[in-house]
Nanobody, 123 residues
Framework: QVQLVESGGDLVQPGGSLRLSCAAS????????MGWYRQAPGKQRELVAA???????NYADSVKGRFTISRDNAKNTVYLQMNSLKPEDTAAYYC?????????????????WGQGTQVTVSS
């Protein structure tokens, strides 16, 4: 049983900043990769950023240079620092975890998702 809890979404002005957090809890020993996805109304969910346990990162082209993903493995927490926010960044942001291993070493093949946190960038 793995749960992801997200926080940090808010209403901000264009050019502002937000920091999203996602904490994973449950029977977790390690998590291979964690990431952030977003979905705007009428659009499909897309990858924003991802990070592996080896701190290999991947960013969508639209957020490169503005967003930074990081993680604290001891806390099973992933962060997304969002700077220079644009109205186009408005979406529900979802935390994702894949490659979860429990304390017995069992690899969970399913992905886990948070409930989402709303980010709105508007004047």
């Amino acid at each position: 049983q793995v749960q992801l809890v997200e926080s940090g979404g808010d209403l901000v002005q264009p050019g502002g900043s937000l920091r999203l957090s996602c904490a994973a809890s449950g029977s977790i020993f390690t998590i291979n990769a964690m990431g952030w996805y977003r979905q705007a109304p009428g659009k499909q969910r897309e990858l924003v950023a991802a990070i592996t346990s080896g701190v290999i990162t991947n960013y969508a082209d639209s957020v490169k240079g503005r967003f930074t993903i990081s993680r604290d493995n001891a806390k099973n927490t992933v962060y997304l620092q969002m700077n220079s926010l644009k109205p186009e960044d408005t979406a529900a942001y979802y935390c994702n975890a894949k490659g979860v291993r429990d304390y017995s070493g069992r690899l969970d093949t399913q992905d886990y998702w948070g409930q989402g946190t709303q980010v709105t960038v508007s004047s």
